[in-house]
Nanobody, 117 residues
């Protein structure tokens, strides 16, 4: 059974940093595009960033570009989302997603990130 397990969320002050991790199991990791989404209270889930299969292609939504860095280590079946210069509006539940096709896509359980003083 495919599992994506996120970790690294928590409470951080504005301007601080966090690193989220997403460890995948029971899938051929290097065949999947890895994506991070987030959902703030009362808002729809939105894509934050994605990284291609070999870590040579990445994309970030404008709200986080220049502050977040997404990377993957295929040998560890893990992706990392480094979040710097965090703002209160980054507060959300962050979800990891592995995407191969609409049929083969998997989600983690989510990890809470709260940015507050």
């Amino acid at each position: 059974q495919v599992q994506l397990v996120e970790s690294g969320g928590g409470l951080v002050q504005p301007g601080g940093s966090l690193i989220l991790s997403c460890a995948a199991s029971a899938l051929t990791f290097n065949r999947y595009t890895m994506r991070w989404f987030r959902q703030a209270p009362g808002k729809e889930r939105e894509i934050v960033a994605f990284v291609g299969r070999t870590d040579d292609t990445s994309w970030y939504t404008e709200a986080v570009r220049g502050r977040f860095i997404l990377s993957r280590v295929n040998a560890k079946n893990t992706v990392y989302l480094q979040m710097n210069s965090l703002k209160p509006e980054d507060t959300a539940v962050y979800y990891c997603n592995a995407y191969y096709s609409d049929e083969f896509t998997y989600w983690g359980q989510g990890t809470q990130v709260t940015v507050s003083s």
